[in-house]
């Protein structure tokens, strides 16, 4: 008997940001805080070059990063994939800003299925709508998960996707494999 194809999707929401954008800029161009900075660095360390830091086993690490253009997510972004040595593809489609659960659904659908391993870097309040939204109603664990520590700046969820293929994902058809949360350690 085969084993069903799986697809493992990281949710990253952005690091601490500072609460004023620079002069003349607005949110979009606000910065990490040096907190933002440091969680960043240390979940990168965390993952590690084979992603076997988070204790999950054998986990796929990110080759296509979906990003919100924000300054504060190409940084986040950068900083975590910096600790891992992934050389993922980045995109930065505009609309990722300011986008809702099925707006990045969409995006996530629209990827190759050569792809096996995929990272959204975003904002609140969609990345806790996805967190959650992602779950299968048989996934007690993770959504109890989820409900105790919440979705703070610079959490991530991994996520084990039963799809044959990125167009298949919809809400409700994930598990949640692992929730990591700042702080990270040293």
């Given at each position: 008997m085969s084993t069903p194809p799986s697809r493992t999707l990281w949710?990253?929401?952005?690091?601490?940001?500072?609460?004023?954008?620079?002069?003349?800029?607005?949110?979009?161009?606000?910065v990490l805080a040096p907190r933002g900075r440091r969680d960043a660095e240390a979940l990168g360390r965390l993952i590690g070059p084979s992603g076997k830091g988070l204790g999950l086993g054998k986990v796929r690490l990110p080759q296509v990063v979906l990003s919100s253009p924000a300054a504060?997510?190409?940084?986040?972004?950068?900083?975590?994939?910096?600790?891992?040595?992934?050389?993922?593809?980045?995109?930065?489609?505009?609309?990722?800003?300011?986008?809702g659960p099925d707006d990045v659904l969409a995006h996530v659908r629209a990827v190759g299925?050569?792809?096996?391993?995929?990272?959204?870097?975003?904002?609140?309040?969609?990345?806790?709508a996805l967190a959650v939204g992602l779950l299968v109603r048989e996934d007690r664990h993770g959504r109890?998960?989820?409900?105790?520590?919440?979705?703070?700046?610079?959490?991530?969820?991994?996520?084990?996707?039963?799809?044959?293929?990125?167009?298949?994902?919809?809400?409700?058809?994930?598990?949640?494999r692992g929730l990591f949360v700042p702080p990270f350690g040293k």
């Open positions: 949710l990253l929401r952005h690091a601490k940001a500072v609460a004023d954008p620079p002069p003349g800029g607005e949110d979009f161009d606000r504060r997510t190409g940084a986040t972004a950068e900083l975590v994939l910096g600790g891992t040595g992934a050389t993922a593809v980045r995109e930065c489609p505009d609309d990722l800003y300011s986008a299925d050569d792809v096996a391993s995929v990272m959204v870097v975003g904002h609140n309040p969609t990345a806790h109890d998960l989820v409900a105790r520590r919440g979705f703070p700046t610079c959490a991530l969820g991994v996520y084990r996707l039963d799809v044959a293929g990125w167009a298949d994902v919809q809400g409700q058809c994930a598990t949640l």
